[in-house]
């Protein structure tokens, strides 16, 4: 098969939270730039807000929080393992991305008084503030499109492209029909994720994980094949989640008053959820199986709680509660720990940035979970996407333009078509994906 070969100025890989605001904010600078993402999935549904979400999880809203706040409720949370200044820069524009998400018609719920709803998640200061939207990815997608980027579907980045020490553009693989495509430019943004399928989901599912399953680390392995830092790998995360569900909740319930208990009714979380190292504890302890109770919440609450829960993040859940008979006002929801994932949104893992979004190779950036910048949740993708998306644009207005490496290319064409062909080695891929995750969960974290 034929390669397929593109040309860019900027190329994204992975068309997630941080790839459309990088897309989106690059051609609002210049509208004329070459934009080409480079999509695993399909841009519109892809990722780990494959449809809405509940929260902004840092805003310091002027007058009520500061980013010198967020620096500090952060750092207890990584127990002072950070580089202060990304996010504290993460911060200091989080007011302002809420503003710009509003006037793309984004819904943030405020009271009577005009305050933006805002909840305790972090060890200090309420940065947790509510948001409605059941479409947030189609409406960036959408706008990413729009203002001129080419999203490339199916097209999974394999291996950056070098040019005299500065990266040169992607070969990718459409995963679908088999061919290579390559696309020169002269900057690249990395916005792949982290890594959802790492270690197996309790429920035995191979895809069913809490992070988006599309999400496998490929970010982390270009960058450090073309000579990035990584940091922080060590710290693989992993939480307790709906048995056999792994979906999103704890946030929305705990933050809202509903309590984490242990076998033996004690109060393990309540009002806050900073306390996951808790949760570990007790489970380890023998005092699990831990549960959320709502049943004490006033009916309004809990009927808050269902409508995030049933609309915006994950729908499938009223569904799955149902079928199981679990009604929040009179049963606890069980909860049990599953995968352990790798990424910078929830957890402390990925490529060393600055704040700038730089990483330590010229022409590459990183934005969102594939970067190292703790706990930084979707705003940290949003801002950084755009953040990320400033530096190449000016990267790409004082360099001059790069060549292409074909013999570079030709490698990844030769290793692509020796994984191709598995006469002698029969082993069905699910089969293999099952016993290295397992391998990693028994013996890695
Ligand atoms: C279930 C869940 C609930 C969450 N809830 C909240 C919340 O309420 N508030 C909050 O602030 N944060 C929340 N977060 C965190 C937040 O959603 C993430 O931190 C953020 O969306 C990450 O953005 P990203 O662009 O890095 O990754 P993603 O949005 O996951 O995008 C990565 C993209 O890269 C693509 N990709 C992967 N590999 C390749 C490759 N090799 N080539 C091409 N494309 C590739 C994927 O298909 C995907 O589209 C939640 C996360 C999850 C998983």
Known sequence: MKNRYLEADLIIVGGGSAGCLAAIRALELKPDLKVVIFEKGDIQYSGSIARGMDALNIVAIPNFTTPELYVEAVSMGCGGILDAPASYVMAKRSFELLK???????????????????????????????????????????????????????????ELLMDSGRVAGVVGLNVRSGELVVCRANAVILAAGGTARFTLPNSGYLYGTFDYPGNTGDGYVMAYKAGASLTGMEFSRRTLLIKDANM????????????????????????????????????????????????????????????????????????????????????????????????????????????????????????????????????????????????????????????????????????????????????DVRDFEYKVRRLIGDYVV
């Open 100 to 158: 710009k998400l509003e006037g793309w018609g984004v819904y943030f719920p405020v009271d009577k008084a005009g305050q933006y709803r805002t909840l305790q998640y972090h060890a200090k200061g309420r940065f947790l503030t509510a948001m409605e939207e059941p479409n947030l990815k189609t409406m960036i997608s959408r706008l990413a499109l729009e203002k001129g980027a080419v999203a490339v579907n199916r097209v999974m980045g394999l």
């Open 248 to 427: 999103p909740l704890l946030a929305i319930t705990v933050t809202r008053g509903g309590r984490v208990m242990d076998i033996f009714d004690n109060i393990i979380m309540e009002n806050e959820c900073h306390s996951l190292s808790r949760m570990e504890e007790a489970f380890a302890q023998g005092r699990g199986p831990l549960r959320i109770k709502l049943s004490h919440l006033k009916p309004e609450v809990i009927e808050e709680i269902e409508h995030i829960l049933f609309t915006t993040e994950r729908p499938v859940q009223e569904r799955f509660f149902k079928g199981r008979g679990v009604d929040f006002r009179k049963s606890d929801i069980e909860l049990w720990p599953t995968e352990c994932q790798l990424c910078g949104g929830h957890g402390m893992a990925g490529v060393v940035v600055n704040e700038k979004a730089e990483t330590t190779v010229p022409g590459l950036y990183a934005a969102g979970d594939v970067a190292a910048v703790p706990k930084q949740h979707l705003t940290g993708a949003f801002v950084f996407g755009e953040v990320a998306a400033e530096r190449a644009v000016e990267f790409i207005a004082s360099n001059e333009p790069v060549k292409l490496d074909q013999d570079r290319i030709k490698a990844v064409e030769a290793r692509c078509n020796r994984l191709a062909d598995t006469s002698g080695r029969e082993i």
